[in-house]
């Protein structure tokens, strides 16, 4: 389908381009994008499993006044059981009344189980230069045990049900200067900002499947891996949204939706992209 | 390829009858009470210093683009054309044509307006990451339609120029829930930094008609 894509998208630029010469050059330019997609997508060298051998080693380090390790954490599935956890998050929590992501059921672990302050742990939420980051390592590692899963969040209760219609309401919600919304950008099939193509997250069936299934993502622009709190932290910056707080409601309401358009994705992580 | 090809002449249909961008989204939303969106948008931006805040605030034309997820009615877009005609403030000279060569750094300057920005950064247009303009430029994005030989293509026609620099200073005064930002109503781009890029458009000179 990316490929389905990728074309479509060439054919568009094909169709619109007045000169030959142009199409050429535009031509050549796609192909190089693909050919470095394809280059970087070799799981055998991809660094982001080194993320997911650090956050092994963190979710089994006793940390927090308790001494205490996460393995103690449940997920949704029982304490400790990792395996299929990340293909049903988010979802509603009974301890905590709460529909939560995964950032924010390991940062409740961490406050709740080990005694641990987060302060200093979502302080390097995102990693950086010399900055480690547990939460990337620990998403990696967890996201990984669902690897070969479908993606299938639970919608049968209210609060669940609540987050998916307001993960909808918010991704078509236009703001900021520029009057952007998530849809702005991602609600029609082969369009491109630039030469970056943009996948079709408005309704639910492949792209938005191939989109989920491969996050968390080592994206090589940045050396680090991420995850869809730190996606949408991107966007809303691009969308020129004031900064989102980490690990917050409306970034959990809009993940619903985004999984629940991906439903029945099948999930490989830590993929690879640009 | 079938698929493929429908998809590109679907894509370029609407890039041509210009429908705002998720005119394919057809199924009346059904939408989540705004009380609870609201909720969700403090509990997630609400520590983010007012004046950034208050730019999230949908106005009354921001309101019913939502609520119709952009495919809005006849009538409720004659009411959104009206009211963004009446904030388009043209150039007390009279003149619409500025300098192509800084229109030009407008379309490729991307800044402006993001957290990471510093707050005195002159905002650009950013033109090129949703429109093809030059043809020697490959690197342009198609959310928006080519406007290659814009100005050429309208035989340089005075009305034409006024009609540009409008849908530049609020597009929404021409097409209700465009998906290009009001650049002059929403102050990201000053009257000259507009009329450079009218000149873009409809300087012969310009690579644009070139």
């Known amino acids: 389908m990316k490929q389905a894509v990728i074309r479509s998208a060439i054919a568009l630029a094909m169709m619109m381009c007045a000169s030959s010469t142009v199409v050429r050059a535009q031509d050549a330019s796609e192909k190089e994008i693909e050919r470095y997609r394809e280059m970087i997508s070799d799981p055998m060298s991809n660094p982001g499993y080194l993320a997911v051998d650090r956050g092994e080693l963190l979710w089994k380090e006793k940390r927090g006044t308790k001494d205490v390790s996460l393995e103690g954490c449940d997920l949704g599935l029982g304490a400790g059981k990792l395996e299929g956890a990340y293909a049903k998050l988010p979802r509603y929590f009974k301890d905590t009344d709460k529909v939560m992501d995964l950032e924010q059921r390991l940062l409740w672990c961490m406050t709740n189980l080990q005694g641990l302050d987060t302060k200093d742990v979502i302080a390097r939420r995102f990693s950086g230069p010399g900055k480690a980051s547990d939460m990337e390592d620990l998403v990696a590692y967890v996201a990984n045990k669902s690897n070969g899963m479908k993606i299938d969040v639970p919608l049968s209760h209210p609060k669940e049900q609540e987050m998916a219609a307001v993960g909808e309401a918010l991704f078509f919600r236009r703001g900021g200067v520029n009057d952007f919304s998530c849809s702005t950008c991602h609600a029609e099939e082969g369009k491109r900002i630039r030469l970056q193509g943009l996948p079709d997250l408005s309704k639910p069936g492949k792209q938005a499947q191939e989109t989920m299934g491969g996050w968390p993502t080592y994206r090589v622009s940045q050396g680090a891996l991420r995850t869809m709190q730190h996606r949408l932290w991107d966007c809303y910056r691009q969308q020129r949204w004031p900064v989102p707080e980490y690990a917050s409601d409306a970034l959990t309401a809009l993940t619903v939706f985004l999984q629940k358009q991906a439903a029945g994705a099948e999930i490989n992580v830590p993929s690879i992209k640009r | 390829m079938t698929n493929t090809m ?205």
Request: proline content about 7%; hydrophobic content about 40%.
């Open chain 2, 6 to 210: 429908k998809i590109a002449a679907l894509a370029l249909a609407a890039g041509f009858i210009a429908l705002p961008f998720n005119a394919s989204a057809q199924t009346a939303p059904k939408s989540a009470d705004p009380a609870i969106v609201d909720a969700y948008v403090k509990a997630t931006f609400g520590k983010a210093p007012p004046e950034w805040q208050e730019r999230i605030v949908p106005d009354e034309t921001l309101k019913t683009c939502n609520a119709f997820h952009n495919n809005v009615p006849s009538k409720e877009a004659d009411a959104i054309v009206k009211r963004e005609l009446a904030k388009v403030v043209y150039p007390a000279d009279g003149k619409f044509l500025g300098d192509w060569k800084e229109g030009r750094k407008v379309a490729n300057n991307g800044r402006g307006g993001q957290f990471s920005d510093k707050p005195d950064t002159v905002s650009g247009g950013n033109c090129y990451a949703c429109h093809q303009l030059e043809k020697s430029e490959v690197s342009f994005g198609t959310l928006g339609p080519s406007l290659t030989n814009y100005g050429k293509d309208r035989k340089f026609a005075p009305d034409e120029v006024k009609a540009a620099f409008t849908k530049i200073y609020d597009s929404q005064a021409v097409f209700a829930c465009s998906s290009m930002p009001r650049f002059g109503a929403n102050k990201v781009l000053s009257e000259q930094q507009i009329k450079d890029l009218v000149a873009l458009l409809f300087d012969p000179e310009s690579p644009v008609n070139k």
